[in-house]
């Protein structure tokens, strides 16, 4: 499976930004797929991940603000991200796992895009 990360870039706080994640290769009929990121110096963290019965778990910092959704036909997986916040500032990187119930756990996935910028000044 090889994914490709899209659609990182600067905004101002307050703004909104859509990742777009588009899965190619061998892709699997049941998975798990999320978003994580990486803030200078700090750990890679999840952010949001959906299973391929659209069960879905977030971030308590990004709850209510992001939206994680897939399109199974397109092989394609997106984070709409409102209301954005300088601490949101960090690299994103879509994942994917062939687990097929939800996992926070970043050793569950398998595959990794390469990341895209998010940078949200104040």
């Known amino acids: 499976v090889q994914l490709q990360a899209s659609g990182g870039g600067s905004v101002q706080a307050g703004g909104s930004l859509r990742l777009t994640c588009a899965a190619s290769g061998r892709t699997f009929s049941k998975y798990t797929v999320a978003w994580f990121r990486q803030a200078p110096g700090k750990e890679r963290e999840l952010v949001a991940a959906?299973?391929?019965?659209?069960?879905?778990t977030y971030a308590d910092s990004v709850k209510g603000r992001f939206t994680i959704s897939d399109d199974n036909a397109k092989n394609t997986m997106y984070l709409q991200m409102n209301s954005l916040k300088p601490e949101d500032t960090a690299v994103y990187y879509c994942?994917?796992?062939?687990?097929?119930?939800?996992?926070?756990?970043?050793?569950?996935?398998?595959?990794w895009g390469q990341g895209t910028e998010v940078t949200v000044s104040s």
């Open positions: 994942a994917a796992s062939s687990r097929v119930v939800l996992t926070t756990r970043i050793d569950d996935y398998n595959y």
């Open positions: 959906i299973t391929w019965r659209s069960s879905t």
